[in-house]
């Protein structure tokens, strides 16, 4: 709905500074800094109650539903491994067969996303991640001393599809986060470093997480930052070394003993002392795994050649990962400026090595690794929220997986190739195939593979209220929307009568609408608030908003000639009927009044976007004669 | 009427030409974003932010579509009323297909970097040629508005600048084509 003039660049409004934060929800640590804090836009660390700057991604739930985050629910895995849920990035958006077997606690296997068992009940993913954001929320406050979080600018891997990107935002608004952006943690970095060292050419940010492994190419120059291209790998990181390096000395120390035989929590302590080992690698030439198993002392000394065996493989998968972004934004290795390190995995010697080996160019890893990109979205939160003084950048992002259509024979078309430039919108047209058809189903598949059974199916639109028409008539234009935080929306219009479809939308592994109101409503139920009349409210906010808007564009003297005398008397008859429904404080008449008026308005709030640009174009060729 | 919102040329307040400046167009575009792009409107109120993420949208398919000479030629042809990219028009000049089908095929036995190369400056030579020829039918067949003759020997020149810039596709070149 482009009825607003998009002319003048957002100034900040407000007196003081607003209170944002950066969030980076890591799949084994997460963080929260800001920049709004401080008075020299310098973006830092809020740190736990106990001075920590990295809150474990860990969260313990009791029988009364109340839950432990951070070190404290770690602290309980000895006891009761299956009740502290770690890694639970790694299940956003993902359904029991995506995950395998190598989840240590209990989920069950439903359709769509996985739900966790535990003792307060089943959890989805995006509960569990929505109690380690209103963790963070709490400990920024409590850091700050301020009273809310004005907003906050969360940080997923760039590899992320749409319903892992859903599933983080979901997250959020569960918490009571208002999100300002997701952004992607590479470009995050690159905010970051490119805050300190502002030189012009093509960076590689090579981002080695816990559980995730991201690459982008980014072109910056002049205070825009520009990603071409990105690839990764989101079930691939650090975690993954530590349980080669486990897996292997059980078979070298215990061959007596089968593997089988090690418990759940015999794995697990394997696997941090084979963490403490890979540390302690980083600077010495062997390290020696020690764990207390429930058969005895296991004690094993391994040296760096024997981790560099174990671990090659991952390290070559992310070397191709690279090699292909490359490829795909047609630049070669020699073009590169520089390499920017980011995820404590980048800390091992083998990764280090192999990405100075490929890339032959300087690593920037000055700023923390594990710290870089919560940063840098510190920094972006603070721009977005318009504290920022001075000059700003620009972040000009891309979409990484492409997005088709499911077409005859189980094959996809594709709509939105990956490293297109977000937002994007592509409009696709449509038609019946029976007589008198007024409905049909569109299933949008994400991945690059021609067979839908290849890729990832993201959601099924339900297109009603298609006006009944013979066979072939019908003209649908359906438009495939991915807005800044790479997030995908569907619109379909009849094209001869200019009605807008009904879209019913299943998310395959995301949550339903209805889905999420329950969370939601039991969410409030513990706080005590009253949904209904938050939404009744948030309803005529935006009701108000939209009439304020409309009465000044129709009464703005440069659009008059935009709009004929019967569609002036169509607006005019769906603001009349929306004032009304607003007096009546029903929410189902509130809003479909205010969709009927968005409808009947939508093609004026076109011409007024053309004229928009048109005006900004004039203004930009005044300023070419200038130089 | 066109705006500027129907007409890429007009968005970046250019020509209509195949003469664009790269590093000029990309300039003009992070203007147009720095103005439009919704991170400039997220405190804004939520029609603001829509409106902004069409502008954005609509910028982004621009500078894409100018940016690579094939797309940007295709797209001007398009204003006129032009479409070079229907599938269901496989006619060809029989001489231009058969030289296709003996680079394939010559591709696919190539087995070393030399011959591979040599193949490749050839058909990019050929390429290249044709792109010029094009490039100066556009600019007769922009001239001449939509009224012109030149249609038909820039849809064909069109055509084959298409097929040639798919057989230089970097795949090809790879080594490792599939038989």
Same mark, same amino acid.
């Given at each position: ?627 | ?54 502008? #954005? ?12 000479? $094939?797309? =940007?030629?295709? *797209? %001007?042809?398009? @204003? ?63 001239? #001449? ?12 020149? $069109?055509? =084959?600048?298409? *097929? %040639?810039?798919? @057989? ?12």
């Amino acid at each position: 709905m482009a009825l607003v003039q998009l002319t003048e660049p957002q100034e900040p409004t407000a007196q003081q500074r607003r209170f944002a934060v950066g969030i980076d929800l890591g799949t084994t640590n997460s963080l929260v800094a800001t920049a709004a804090a401080v008075d020299n836009d310098r973006p830092e660390v809020l740190p736990t109650a106990t001075g920590a700057r990295m809150l474990p991604s860990a969260v313990y739930y009791q029988q009364d539903g109340a839950c432990i985050v951070g070190a404290a629910a770690l602290a309980k895995r000895q006891q009761e491994p299956h009740q502290v849920i770690t890694s639970v990035k790694r299940l956003m958006g993902r359904s029991a067969e995506d995950i395998g077997s190598d989840y240590h606690y209990h989920y069950r296997a439903e359709e769509g996303m996985v739900k966790i068992i535990t003792a307060a009940g089943d959890k989805s993913p995006v509960q569990v991640s929505a109690d380690i954001l209103s963790t963070l929320r709490a400990q920024a406050l409590a850091a700050s001393g301020e009273a809310e979080v004005a907003g906050a600018v969360i940080t997923v891997p760039a590899y992320f599809d749409d319903a892992q990107r859903q599933a983080t935002k979901d997250a959020a608004r569960l918490a009571g986060l208002p999100v300002l952006r997701l952004l992607n943690e590479p470009t995050a970095a690159a905010v970051a470093y490119g805050l300190d060292n502002a030189a012009d050419g093509l960076y590689i940010v090579y981002d080695l997480g816990g559980g995730t492994f991201d690459v982008s190419l980014l072109r910056l120059s002049a205070s825009v930052f520009e990603v071409l291209a990105t690839g990764g790998d989101t079930a691939l990181g650090g975690d993954d070394y530590d349980r080669l390096i486990a897996q292997n000395v059980a078979q070298k120390v215990l061959k007596s003993l089968p593997a089988a035989t090690l418990s759940d929590a015999d794995w697990l302590r394997l696997t941090a002392a084979a963490r403490v080992a890979k540390e302690a690698l980083t600077t010495a030439a062997t390290a020696t795994v020690v764990a207390e198993l429930e058969a005895g002392v296991c004690e094993c000394e391994i040296s760096r050649e024997e981790f560099n065996a174990w671990t090659q493989a991952l390290t070559v998968r992310t070397i191709a990962c690279c090699r292909q972004v490359l490829a795909d934004a047609e630049v070669s290795a020699t073009e590169v400026n520089g390499v920017v390190l980011v995820g404590g995995a980048t800390r091992m010697v083998s990764v280090r090595a192999a990405v100075a080996d490929y890339f032959a160019q300087q690593l920037y890893d000055h700023i923390n690794p594990d710290e870089v990109v919560a940063l840098g979205a510190a920094a972006q939160a603070d721009v977005l929220i318009g504290n920022h003084r001075g000059e700003s950048w620009l972040l000009l992002d891309i979409t990484p997986l492409s997005l088709g259509l499911e077409t005859m024979g189980g094959l996809v078309e594709k709509v939105i190739y990956r490293n297109t430039t977000i937002p994007t919108e592509k409009h696709q047209e449509f038609t019946t195939h029976r007589d008198g058809q007024t409905a049909m189903r569109i299933h949008v598949v994400q991945g690059e593979r021609e067979r839908v059974a290849d890729c990832r199916s993201l959601a099924t639109f339900t297109l009603s209220d298609i006006p009944p028409l013979a066979a072939g008539l019908a003209r649908i234009r359906v438009g495939f929307q991915v807005d800044a935080d790479g997030l995908l929306s569907v619109t379909a219009t009849e094209k001869t009568t200019g009605v807008s479809a009904g879209i019913q939308v299943k998310p395959s592994y995301g949550l339903s609408e209805e889905e999420f109101a329950n969370m939601l409503q039991a969410a409030y139920t513990h706080a005590h608030d009253d949904l209904q009349a938050r939404r009744l409210q948030e309803a005529v906010n935006e009701s108000e908003e939209l009439l304020q808007i409309l009465d000044k564009a129709l009464a703005d003297a440069d659009s008059a000639h935009l709009l004929s005398a019967a569609e002036r008397a169509r607006i005019a008859a769906g603001l009349a009927r929306l004032r009304e429904a607003l007096t009546q404080a029903q929410l189902a008449e509130i809003n479909a009044a205010k969709e009927h008026l968005q409808q009947v308005s939508a093609e004026f709030a076109g011409r007024r976007m053309n004229a928009d640009i048109q005006r900004a174009i004039a203004g930009k060729k005044i300023d070419d004669i200038g130089q | 009427m066109n705006t500027a919102a129907d007409d890429y040329f007009l968005l970046f307040g250019l020509e209509r030409t195949m003469a664009i400046e790269l590093a000029e167009l990309t300039q003009r575009y992070h203007r147009l974003q720095s103005e439009f792009h919704p991170d400039r409107f997220a405190g804004a109120t939520s029609l603001q932010r829509q409106a902004a993420l069409q502008h #954005a949208s609509r910028i982004n398919d621009a500078y894409a579509t100018l940016k690579k000479p $094939l797309s =940007r030629a295709a *797209y %001007l042809v398009s @204003l006129y009323g032009v479409d070079v990219h229907t599938e269901t028009d496989t006619a060809m000049p029989v001489d231009f297909l058969m030289q296709q089908l003996e680079w394939r095929e010559a591709l696919e036995e190539a087995d070393d970097d030399t011959t591979r190369a040599a193949l490749r400056s050839e058909i990019s030579s050929a390429r290249d040629t044709v792109v010029g020829a094009a490039t100066a039918a556009l600019a007769k067949f922009v001239a #001449a508005g939509s009224e012109g003759q030149e249609s038909q020997e820039v849809y064909d020149l $069109l055509r =084959r600048w298409i *097929y %040639l810039e798919k @057989l230089m596709a970097p795949e090809n070149f790879s080594g490792n084509l599939a038989k």
